[in-house]
Every structure is written in structure tokens, then in C-alpha cells.
């Protein structure tokens, strides 16, 4: 009997130690890929977030009113706006303004603008080829992330020949503005000089 009993133990015994390297594996297996799941979560995370810090830190913006940058005298020179201002990370601000107006009325008005330095000023706006304008922009654009620029207004800029150009710096603000004559909508990029 117990050479019977013996033999049929170990053979239990061999059996209950091969399902117990069996659980051992597949828990370990899937604590594996746990851990690899969670690893690449958290590399994913951390890659999103560096990115937006980055995107912030380039369009680190605030809100602005037209007005605040090229105050009036009561009179109502532009309507719809929107506005930011930016700094990028080398440090140098500026602004930019989308908003509807009368060039008629408009650019006298940003012409009439308090200068700090009247020898680095124009007393006029100057009209330009926009070419030099559309290649930066097609440049920028490349570097930004899908659906931060509304590519169609940029697409219209590109190919809409009734679009306008014009520069105009009045120290310490070089402005940059792109006029649709149709719309009256106004693209106004002002640099600040340092």
C-alpha cells in the first residue's frame, strides 16, 4: 500500500506543482502587461503634456481690446474684434487683431497714432506685395498643431487676389495688415519694438 500511496503522492504533488508554475507565469504575464500598459500611459501623458507646455509657452496670450493698443478719441473704428497678445519665449510681444473696418477710416486713423521716436515712424501706411506675407504664414503654419489655425481663412488669404497688404510702423508698433476689400475684415499683426 504504501508503495502504492507514494508514487500516487508525488505524482499529486508534481501536478500541484506544475499548476502552481502555471499561476505563477501567467500571473506574472499579466502583471507584465499591466505595466507595460500603464508605462506607455504614462509615457503618452507626458508627451501630450510637453507639447501643450510648449504650445502655451510659444502662444502664451491674453485677451486685448483694439482700443487698448491704439486708443481713440471716442470715434468707432472698429467692430467684431478679437484680440491677443502674445510673448514668446525669447521674450519679444506683440498683437494680433481680426476685426471689420473701413480702410478709408482705419488706416488714417492708425497713421494719426502717438509715436515715441518719430525718425523710426512712417508718416503713412505703405501698400506691399503680400507674396513675402503668405510664404511666412504657409511656414508658421506648418509648425502648428492641426486645428489651432482656421485653415480655411488661411487658404482665402493665399488665394483671394483682392486681398490687401499693408505696413505701417509707428514706434514703437510695427503693424502688418491684411485687408479683405469684400468683407472689410482686417488681419492685424502689430510687433512691439524694443
Known sequence: MKKIILPFFSILLLISCNKIEEKIDQTV??????????????????????????????????????????????EVIVSEEKGKKFKFPNGSE???????????VLIPFLERQATTDETQSDKVARKIDGQNIID?????EKFLPENMV?????????????IEYYKLKRYPYSSTLIY????KTVLQYVEISK
Not at 479683405?180 to 468683407?183: E, G, I, K, R
Open 94 to 104: 506683440g498683437f494680433i487683431f481680426k476685426y471689420k473696418a473701413d480702410k478709408s
Open 180 to 183: 479683405n476689400p469684400v468683407s
Open 150 to 162: 482656421d485653415s480655411s481663412f488661411l487658404d482665402n488669404i493665399r488665394n483671394n487676389k483682392s
Open 136 to 140: 511666412k504664414i504657409s511656414f508658421i
Open 29 to 74: 504575464q499579466e502583471t507584465t502587461e499591466k505595466i507595460q500598459q500603464r508605462a506607455q500611459k504614462a509615457v503618452e501623458e507626458t508627451v501630450k503634456k510637453t507639447v501643450n507646455e510648449s504650445i502655451n509657452s510659444l502662444t502664451n496670450t491674453e485677451d486685448v481690446q483694439f482700443n487698448q493698443v491704439f486708443p481713440s478719441t471716442g
